[in-house]
């Protein structure tokens, strides 16, 4: 079934055509709203007019048992502060929402590294708002419950001049949108299938992507055990699969099957089976209520690609510029990253360095590139991101492509903090990020530096302690690190930094530095 094809028959269905009373009495629905979308308001390196008003909402609008996992999940929201790069421009102003109140020293060490732009200048255009509601639930939900909050951001946003920028867009950002009747730069819910496992499976086989081999979608136990079974006899070589919910994210749900301990080759088909669901029910997925998961979104088996000299896991990152008189957008590759994974079953996204490996960088971006075509074809918009796994065997790299993500992910903001703070942009040739000034730049990126010596250190104790070992970012020696989600910082000694260096070694030596003196640091002001 062809892409386009699809997603007509889900608006035939009902899906983004929703007729309400608001909509007879002249009020546009979604799709009518997207149609005002401007192809220069996502381009964010270049003028985006006289007068241009965003509304940042940074929901985490996802599944809320994997939300759950996510230790200090709202303050997540902070990881958008550096969409304020747009404030370079003195045409945009900016309205950023959040759960609860930012604090200024965290709004403010991202404006101060805004290249030529005053800080005072960029703070006038920013209207800062909150929910004052900490709860896991996502962002777009709690504005939703909140009329009277509705009503002063739309005060601030001009009809025709405004558009809304969100991490990911569900059916509550387009209702939001509907709400508010300005245009969401984003991807409609409707084509959210090609964000899925099984979505990007399919994508993939259009596209010509070689990836691993893997099952159809499921939902329920015996299938899934069926699935398993059948991976296994069609490929008897395997010695462990991934089982892999079809909405999880950040490798929370995923979750290894190991084959070998089964010794599946010296049993019957209905002995491998009662084998396997054996396996299947004491799974290892992180979340608690992944059952429950499987028979509402479903999940897929996958090989796990093991073997080779080396193995890694790239990606490639993108984003697809609004089209003009109902055209298909513009894709543009904007990076490419070696992700760090870890956490129980080595699925977890824990950061990640940019570029990736040269070996395979330009396979990464051609890939992407086709992914993101087919996705502008069927109507997507922003942010995309394509997950690898490249093995080494001898002088030839296997690179074989696992996942999409239709929306913005762990790679964004630290290629976002890059370009606020240095005006540059990944050369099309070689994939090389490259300053202002042409030099190229590397970097180390994590969510997840956590430790218990850190719990109870202010943001303000922190910007000291990188003051004094010489580690922030400085744009005159294109070195350093800046910093994100300092709200985790005090309660669960948690946050999340890019580390900044003109080699990957010097990226990874400011990591390294930066990590240690914080630790030093704030044994020293604890006294432990």
């Not at 502008?376 to 492509?401: C, K, M, P, S, T």
Request: with cysteine.
């Amino acid at each position: 079934m062809a892409i386009g094809k699809r997603v007509h028959q889900a608006q035939d269905a009902g899906v983004g055509t929703r007729i309400t009373p608001a909509t007879r009495m002249g009020r546009l629905r979604f799709s009518q709203l997207q149609a005002q979308l401007q192809p220069a308001w996502s381009r964010i390196h270049q003028a985006q007019g006289p007068d241009v008003d965003v509304l940042m909402v940074p929901s985490l609008s996802m599944d809320q048992g994997q939300i759950d996992l996510v230790t200090g999940a709202h303050h997540y929201e902070e990881r958008q502060l550096f969409s304020l790069i747009r404030l370079r421009d003195p045409g945009v102003r900016m309205v950023y929402v959040t759960s609860k109140a930012l604090g200024e020293l965290v709004v403010d060490a991202v404006l101060e590294l805004l290249p030529g732009v005053p800080t005072s200048h960029a703070r006038r255009r920013l209207h800062l708002l909150d929910t004052d509601d900490a709860s896991n639930r996502p962002l777009t939900a709690k504005l939703l419950e909140r009329p009277a909050l509705l009503g002063r951001i739309g005060e601030l946003l001009r009809p025709g001049r405004s558009f809304i920028s969100c991490f990911v867009v569900s059916d509550l950002e387009r209702e939001l949108s509907e709400r508010l009747q300005v245009p969401l730069l984003g991807c409609d819910p409707a084509l959210a299938y090609w964000g899925s496992k099984a979505g990007s499976r399919e994508l993939f086989a259009r596209c010509g992507v070689p990836h691993p081999p893997g099952s159809a979608l499921v939902h329920s136990l015996d299938d899934l055990t069926e699935a398993c079974a059948a991976l296994w006899e069609a490929h008897p070589d395997l010695s462990q699969l991934v089982v892999k919910l079809n909405e999880g994210f950040s490798g929370e749900g995923n979750a290894p099957l190991p084959l070998e301990p089964l010794e599946l080759a010296g049993r019957s088909a209905a002995e491998r089976r009662r084998c396997l669901r054996q396996a299947l029910e004491g799974l290892p997925m992180p979340s608690p209520s992944w059952r429950e998961q499987l028979a509402q979104q479903g999940a897929l088996a996958e090989a796990w690609l093991s073997g080779g000299e080396a193995c890694t896991s790239p990606s490639v990152q993108g984003t697809i510029h609004p089209g003009s008189a109902g055209q298909p957008g513009e894709v543009e590759v904007l990076s490419t990253h070696e992700q760090v994974l870890g956490g129980p079953s080595g699925q977890t996204y824990l950061g990640c360095r940019c570029p990736a490996d040269a070996p395979y960088r330009a396979e990464l971006m051609r890939h992407g590139q086709a992914v993101g075509e087919a996705l502008a074809a069927a109507g997507a918009l922003e942010r995309y991101a394509v997950d690898f796994i490249a093995r080494r065997f001898g002088d030839r790299w296997d690179v074989q492509a696992i996942e999409v993500n239709l929306r913005q992910g762990g790679t964004t903001h630290p290629f976002m903090a890059l370009s606020a703070i240095t005006s540059g942009a990944t050369d099309g040739a070689d994939g090389l990020y490259r300053s202002a000034s042409g030099a190229p730049l590397y970097y180390r990126a994590t969510d997840n530096l956590q430790h218990p010596g850190l719990r109870g250190l202010l943001p303000v104790d922190l910007i000291d302690i990188v003051a004094e070992a010489g580690l922030h970012y400085d744009p005159a020696q294109l070195r350093g690190s800046v910093f994100h989600l300092l709200g985790c910082l005090s309660e669960f000694g948690k946050l999340g930094m890019t580390c900044i260096g003109r080699s990957p070694e010097e990226a990874e030596a400011v990591y390294a530095a930066t990590e240690r003196e914080l630790l030093r640091g704030a044994s020293r002001l604890t006294g432990d």
